[in-house]
């Protein structure tokens, strides 16, 4: 099993739509949870952070966080065509005597007019 | 501006060869990092370093090396014992490992095989 598993993709929405990207973790423990977005040929950027149970919202962005269920989402509301990029999840994992970042392979997302 | 630059932006290898992928930061960041991302696939650590002369091994370390003598600065040199090189590699940095909180990354730099 995948120590962060998202669904590749690609996920098709038209513009306006809700976009859903969900993303599940198999450490128990882990505390701190992150979606970057990635344009093609760029580099990540942070877009959310979430470290409690519930949602986060920032602007067209929600984060959702369920410890229980192990797994976190992001919802895109009144996506745009510029929201098209791949979104990687990303969890803090302590593993091998360190704490460090575990990313998914991402989910990619092309908003259509 | 503040921020993180990665040179070259393509470079290509030959077989039996190193080469140095150079990242330099003025953000004042203790900690950097190098990632290795290959199509379809999530972000693996190479390297990381936390202060100055001190770094340690990731996931992926093998075939590849760092040095750490100044802050702003943390080379990766992939060498000729890295059999498929391939990929585009990120170097990041942030204020402390601890939380990972928010990362910057570089603008990548695209390593291809001749």
């Known amino acids: 099993q995948k120590e962060v598993e998202q669904n590749s993709g690609p996920l098709s929405v038209p513009e306006g739509a809700i976009a859903s990207l969900n993303c599940t973790y198999s450490d128990r423990v882990s505390q701190s949870f992150f979606w970057y977005r990635q344009y093609s040929g760029k580099s990540p950027e942070l877009i959310m952070s979430?470290?409690?149970?519930g949602d986060k919202e920032d602007g067209r962005f929600t984060a959702q966080l369920n410890k229980a269920s192990q797994y976190v989402s992001l919802l895109i509301r009144d996506s745009q065509p510029s929201d098209s990029a791949t979104y990687l999840c990303?969890?803090?994992?302590?593993?091998?005597?360190?704490?460090?970042?575990?990313f998914g392979a991402g989910t990619r997302l092309a908003v259509h007019p | 501006d503040g921020g993180i630059t990665q040179s070259p932006k393509y470079l290509f290898r030959k077989e039996g060869q190193n080469v140095t992928l150079s990242c330099e930061q003025n953000l004042n960041h203790d900690a950097m990092y190098w990632y290795r991302q290959d199509p379809g696939q999530g972000l693996r650590l190479i390297y990381y370093s936390q202060i100055v002369n001190d770094f340690q091994k990731g996931d992926i370390a093998e075939g590849y090396s760092v040095s750490r003598e100044k802050k702003e600065s943390f080379p990766l040199t992939v060498t000729s014992a890295q059999k498929n090189p391939t990929a585009f590699y990120l170097c990041?940095?942030?204020?402390?490992?601890?939380?990972?909180?928010?990362?910057?990354f570089g603008s990548g730099t695209q390593l291809s095989v001749l």
């Open positions: 979430i470290y409690s149970n």
């Open positions: 990041a940095s942030n204020l402390a490992t601890a939380t990972y909180e928010k990362l910057f």
């Open positions: 990303a969890v803090l994992m302590f593993s091998g005597g360190y704490n460090k970042l575990i």
